[in-house]
C-alpha cells in the first residue's frame, strides 16, 4: 500500500526489505535491495546510493534473539550504546528512530502517506457493542493504559470484566489463538488495542485487519475496539463485510483525558 501510494502521487520511492522478514511478493516490482536485519551498515550504504531521505517503517518484524541478528560492526556499536539492561518494544523503536535520525534521515509515519488508513471514533459496519461490552472495552483499556506505563501490550481481551489474555512478545494473532482456549459461557469477550501513553507514533501503531476478525471470530470473540486517530485499519471495507457477516462490531474509541 506504501509502494503503490508512492506510484500514485509520483513520489520517488526504494524499498530495503529484510531478509526471512519480507514477503518477497511485496517488492518484485518496486526497485529494492535485500538485506539481513543486522546488517545497519549496508543498510545506512544502500540507502545513501539510492538518495534516500525519508525513511517509513512498515510491516511487521519478527524481534529476533542476538544470534539470529548477527550484527556487524555498526549494529554492534548501537547495541554497545543502548546497554544490556532489558527494553521493550517502544523503548527499542525509539532507540532506532533516533540512531536512524543521527545518521541524517527523516522518519515518516505511515500514516502520513496513508491518512485514510487510521479508524475514526465509532462504530465501523453495523454491529455496536452493549453495556456488557462496553464495560469490557472500559476494563480493556484501563488495563492497557497501566501496561503500556511499562512499555508492554497494545492489546488485551477481556471477557465479563475477566482479562483473558495480554499480547506480549507473541503478538495479537497469537493471543487470540490462546484466548480461544479460555473463553467463558455465556457472551463473548472483546479485543482491545490501544497505543501505548507517549508511545512514538510514527511506528508501530496497533493495527487490525480481515485476519484480525478471522481469529477474533475463532477465538468467539463479539467486537474489537481501537483507538481512535491512532490505529492502523488495514483493507477496511473487506474488514467491515467479514465483521458484519461474522456478527462481529468494531468500533473506534477515544482515548480517556
Not at 483473558?164 to 488495542?193: I, P
Not at 480481515?210 to 477496511?236: D, K
Amino acid at each position: 500500500m506504501v509502494i503503490e501510494a508512492c506510484r500514485q502521487t509520483g513520489r520517488d520511492f526504494f524499498v530495503l526489505a529484510f531478509k526471512g522478514q519480507a514477503d518477497p511478493a511485496t517488492v518484485e516490482a518496486a526497485p529494492h535491495e535485500w538485506i539481513r536485519l543486522g546488517s545497519a551498515g549496508t543498510g545506512f550504504s544502500i540507502l545513501r546510493k539510492h538518495g534516500v531521505q525519508d525513511l517509513v517503517m512498515a510491516g511487521r518484524i519478527r524481534r529476533p534473539s542476538l544470534t539470529d541478528l548477527r550484527p556487524d560492526l555498526r549494529t554492534m556499536g548501537f547495541f554497545a550504546r543502548l546497554g544490556l539492561k532489558g527494553i521493550g518494544d517502544d523503548g527499542l523503536l525509539r532507540a532506532v528512530i533516533a540512531e536512524l535520525e543521527s545518521e541524517g534521515f527523516h522518519v515518516v509515519g505511515v500514516d502520513t502517506l496513508l491518512p485514510s488508513l487510521k479508524a475514526e471514533e465509532g462504530v465501523l459496519g453495523k454491529h455496536s457493542p452493549d453495556a456488557q461490552a462496553d464495560a469490557d472495552i472500559g476494563r480493556g483499556v484501563a488495563v492497557l493504559q497501566a501496561l503500556g506505563d511499562v512499555d508492554v501490550g497494545q492489546g488485551v481481551v477481556v471477557q465479563q470484566g475477566i482479562v483473558l489474555g495480554v499480547e506480549a512478545v507473541e503478538g495479537t494473532d497469537a493471543m487470540l489463538d490462546r484466548c480461544a482456549r479460555l473463553k467463558r459461557q455465556g457472551a463473548g469477550g472483546v479485543l482491545v488495542k490501544f497505543s501505548k501513553p507517549g508511545q512514538e507514533t510514527r511506528v508501530d501503531l496497533p493495527t487490525i485487519g480481515p485476519e484480525t476478525i478471522s481469529r477474533a471470530t475463532l477465538a468467539g470473540l463479539r467486537g474489537i475496539a481501537v483507538e481512535a486517530g491512532a490505529t492502523i485499519v488495514v483493507e477496511r471495507e473487506k474488514l467491515i463485510q467479514q465483521a458484519d457477516r461474522a456478527g462481529l462490531f468494531v468500533i473506534g474509541v477515544a482515548r480517556p483525558q
